[in-house]
């Protein structure tokens, strides 16, 4: 069994719970897009749960379907146990104040300073003047932009403006937090200090995080768990380790190959030795991670079926903090014998891909 499933992984009182959701638009020429088409997760108490997939795939619907800013046509919405569908706009309105949104390209009102922007949510939420800038204080030091609260949208950096959204977002004290995109809009150095602002206030509030992202980086980053989306479709789902190590969907794949994949260069390739008659040349990716040391395992693969495997390269990598290695191959020999190597390696808990699907 494959270590990610495209079915739900149900979890214990899930925080947020998606079931059978629907979503389908019809554009001016009568055709119909499913930007959702049966999606079903769960969301634990203080993951990070990413949804990753590119342009179109139904991530926005998707996420937007959590505080009802987007109402599914079919399945429910569970937060807290409590189906949102089936509530009526005092109340709708009353546990969205429990979901914060921060958003890709910030959403700040650019005629009011920095502290005028946090306390925004809080005003119409009709929160006492004196504890409202109480509130506003206490978020902005806790983003880290104290010194900057009567500055303007204007005068801020990317990384300072998202900053801002995510202190509106957490102002009214919000259990859940979902990011949009949250970090499309900055450079990779920016995007680092907010994922780890994220990933600290996840810790400090006990906050529930459910991000969408095109981006495989951001999930290694910071993902506790994952779900891959196509055409409006979970494709796989799992711990972020297992869906990046053993991802079961070529467009998974593809995702995870751009990110910790190896990709052995044409040049490599062409001064590689010829197999012998009547064998085969196979290159392979092979992800060491746990116990089972790579030496001896190459070395004994070797003599048990004899055959012979030539290291092109190898390097060691992460994700949420454990470690695992990956190897490039050169395997030739006669081609049961490999068949016998990669079973025996997918034995061991070695993941085996072949090369020419990486790229
Ligand atoms: N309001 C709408 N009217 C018509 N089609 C829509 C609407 N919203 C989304 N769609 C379509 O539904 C599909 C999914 O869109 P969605 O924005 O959810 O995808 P996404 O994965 O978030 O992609 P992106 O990152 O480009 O926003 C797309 O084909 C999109 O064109």
């Given at each position: 069994m494959p270590a990610s499933s495209p079915g739900v992984s149900p979890v214990p009182s899930p925080v947020i719970r998606l079931r059978g959701l629907t979503r389908h638009f019809r554009n001016r020429q009568g055709s119909v897009t499913k930007?959702?088409?049966?999606v079903s997760l769960d969301v634990a108490a203080g993951e990070i749960f990413g949804i990753v997939g590119r342009s179109g795939a139904g991530k926005s619907t998707l996420i937007r379907c959590?505080?009802?800013l987007e109402r599914p046509a079919e399945g429910e919405v569970l937060v807290f146990g409590e189906?949102?569908?089936?509530?009526?706009d005092a109340a709708l309105r009353q546990r969205r104040r429990g979901i914060g949104m921060v958003f890709q390209h910030f959403n700040?009102?650019?005629?009011?300073?920095v502290a005028g922007n946090v306390a925004f949510p809080l005003e119409v939420a009709g929160m006492p003047r004196a504890e409202r800038d109480a509130r506003v204080a206490e978020v902005l030091a806790l983003v880290g932009l104290a010194q900057k609260a009567e500055a303007y949208p204007a005068q801020l950096s990317g990384g300072q403006k998202q900053r801002v959204g995510i202190a509106r977002a957490l102002a009214p004290r919000p259990r859940i937090l979902l990011c949009d995109e949250a970090t499309s809009a900055l450079d990779p150095e920016t995007t680092h200090d907010i994922l780890g602002l994220i990933r600290s206030l996840r810790d400090k509030l006990d906050l529930t995080v459910l991000l969408i992202t095109h981006e495989m980086a951001v999930v290694k980053e910071i993902c506790d768990r994952v779900a891959v989306m196509e055409a409006g479709q979970v494709l796989e789902q799992g711990r972020v380790f297992d869906v990046f190590t053993r991802p079961a969907h070529p467009t998974t794949r593809s995702f995870v190959a751009g990110t910790i994949g190896h990709s052995v260069p044409p040049g490599t390739v062409a001064r590689l030795p010829p197999p012998r008659p009547g064998e085969e040349r196979r290159l392979l990716q092979v992800l060491f991670a746990g116990p089972n040391s790579t030496r001896a395992v190459i070395s004994e693969a070797s003599r048990r079926f004899g055959i012979d495997l030539d290291i092109i390269s190898g390097r060691i990598d992460e994700i949420a903090g454990e470690p695992f290695g990956l190897m490039a191959l050169a395997a030739y020999g006669a081609a049961p014998r490999l068949d016998e190597a990669v079973a025996w390696f997918e034995e061991l808990g070695l993941a085996v891909t072949p090369l020419a699907e990486v790229r």
């Amino acid at each position: 069994m494959p270590a990610s499933s495209p079915g739900v992984s149900p979890v214990p009182s899930p925080v947020i719970r998606l079931r059978g959701l629907t979503r389908h638009f019809r554009n001016r020429q009568g055709s119909v897009t499913k930007a959702l088409d049966g999606v079903s997760l769960d969301v634990a108490a203080g993951e990070i749960f990413g949804i990753v997939g590119r342009s179109g795939a139904g991530k926005s619907t998707l996420i937007r379907c959590v505080n009802l800013l987007e109402r599914p046509a079919e399945g429910e919405v569970l937060v807290f146990g409590e189906n949102l569908l089936t509530l009526d706009d005092a109340a709708l309105r009353q546990r969205r104040r429990g979901i914060g949104m921060v958003f890709q390209h910030f959403n700040l009102l650019s005629s009011r300073t920095v502290a005028g922007n946090v306390a925004f949510p809080l005003e119409v939420a009709g929160m006492p003047r004196a504890e409202r800038d109480a509130r506003v204080a206490e978020v902005l030091a806790l983003v880290g932009l104290a010194q900057k609260a009567e500055a303007y949208p204007a005068q801020l950096s990317g990384g300072q403006k998202q900053r801002v959204g995510i202190a509106r977002a957490l102002a009214p004290r919000p259990r859940i937090l979902l990011c949009d995109e949250a970090t499309s809009a900055l450079d990779p150095e920016t995007t680092h200090d907010i994922l780890g602002l994220i990933r600290s206030l996840r810790d400090k509030l006990d906050l529930t995080v459910l991000l969408i992202t095109h981006e495989m980086a951001v999930v290694k980053e910071i993902c506790d768990r994952v779900a891959v989306m196509e055409a409006g479709q979970v494709l796989e789902q799992g711990r972020v380790f297992d869906v990046f190590t053993r991802p079961a969907h070529p467009t998974t794949r593809s995702f995870v190959a751009g990110t910790i994949g190896h990709s052995v260069p044409p040049g490599t390739v062409a001064r590689l030795p010829p197999p012998r008659p009547g064998e085969e040349r196979r290159l392979l990716q092979v992800l060491f991670a746990g116990p089972n040391s790579t030496r001896a395992v190459i070395s004994e693969a070797s003599r048990r079926f004899g055959i012979d495997l030539d290291i092109i390269s190898g390097r060691i990598d992460e994700i949420a903090g454990e470690p695992f290695g990956l190897m490039a191959l050169a395997a030739y020999g006669a081609a049961p014998r490999l068949d016998e190597a990669v079973a025996w390696f997918e034995e061991l808990g070695l993941a085996v891909t072949p090369l020419a699907e990486v790229r």
